[in-house]
């Protein structure tokens, strides 16, 4: 069902992303299942429409106004299901918040999702990035995507194999608007390795006995370290990580490193993941502000809307760091969250 009869007309999106830019959308329509959803993509076919289909709102920038049907996915519900010895599987609607998810799983004593704590968003919205943090990335625990396939108006369970994962990339990025989620199910275990080898957790656990921690030992700690880095789009309007991190040949890396002996790099089976956060602060950004939109004075990754910044304030500024990281060192920048107008 629908939790509205037909779309609000012309409302404000700027509380429903977390960079805070104004928007307005023509039409808002927000859901809670998948009949709700064809209802709402029904009107907008009618209407002729065109469609946006929103979770948390923390991974993309409006560029301007939206002159169609917003429709925000509130499927809600989470549950266990096939829990056999010590796996079981945890089905999250696609309208849940992600971090009560982790929580949710971590306290459980489930893992496997523990490094993801703290990231903003939905449970719906995690496998189109296939978000990632900490050593973790959402492909290795994802079992399933049940999501209405838009091109033929039928519901679908996508395995982790159709997804087509990549670093921060997924069927869902690569055929846009195609695919609305609404469920996601994660296989989780109670006795899975916990990952421990990111250089900050490793620092932050210092001499810790690895055996003695639990899921929820780490999450917390992966709460305290992105608390000490990131700000909270809360309080500092932001989207996260606003740049991936490029991979370069490894003849290309080695040849930065000669230059600039420093460089931060890990290998990757493609070549090596150079860090961007360093690339953008050796171009002098970090902590750079301009009165409305800035770059976080801890994480350089981070863009973040100060006072009032629209959409294209954003974007001029990433602009701007992509340019001066593609002269300084050859390499380019690709923006993580989506665009919209």
Not at 104 to 129: D, K, S
Not at 244 to 269: F, H, M, R
Not at 281 to 291: A, L, S
Not at 302 to 319: C, P, Q, Y
């Amino acid at each position: 069902m629908s939790l509205t009869a037909e779309p609000r007309e012309h409302v404000q999106l700027g509380d429903l992303n977390t960079l805070h830019v104004p928007a307005v959308a023509r039409f808002y329509w927000e859901v809670e299942d998948a009949d709700g959803l064809k209802e709402a993509l029904a009107w907008a076919a009618n209407h002729s429409a065109s469609v946006l289909i929103l979770g948390g709102g923390s991974n993309l920038v409006f560029n301007g106004d939206f002159n169609g049907l917003v429709i925000r996915i509130c499927v809600r519900g989470r549950y266990w299901e096939h829990a056999r010895n010590h796996e079981a599987t945890l089905v999250l609607g696609g309208g849940e918040n992600w971090h009560e998810a982790v929580l949710y799983a971590a306290g459980a004593g489930y893992r496997g999702i523990e490094n993801l704590a703290l990231i903003p968003g939905t449970a719906g919205a995690a496998p189109v990035q296939n978000i990632g943090a900490y050593g973790v990335e959402l492909c290795d625990t994802l079992e399933s995507v049940t999501a209405l396939d838009r091109r033929t108006g039928e519901v679908v369970r996508l395995s982790n194999n159709e997804c087509r994962f990549a670093y921060r990339d997924s069927l869902f990025k690569q055929s846009p608007g195609r695919y609305a989620i609404i469920e996601v199910r994660l296989r989780l275990s109670r006795d899975k390795p916990l990952q421990l080898g990111y250089r900050d957790l490793e620092e932050y656990l210092g001499e810790r006995p690895r055996s003695e921690l639990s899921a929820t030992d780490v999450a917390e700690a992966v709460m305290a370290i992105r608390r000490r880095k990131l700000p909270d789009p809360d309080l500092i309007p932001n989207a996260g990580s606003f740049f991936k991190n490029p991979v370069v040949p490894s003849a290309e890396y080695k040849s930065l490193q000669s230059t600039y002996p420093d460089i931060v790099g890990y290998k990757q089976p493609q070549g090596v993941k150079l860090a961007a956060a360093w690339l953008i602060d050796q171009c002098g950004w970090k902590g750079f502000r301009n009165g409305r939109v800035g770059v976080h004075n801890r994480q350089a990754l981070v863009l973040i809307n100060h006072s009032g910044g629209t959409g294209r304030d954003i974007l001029e500024l990433a602009g701007k760091i992509r340019e001066t990281v593609r002269a300084k060192f050859g390499v380019e920048l690709e923006m993580e969250p989506g665009v919209v107008g």
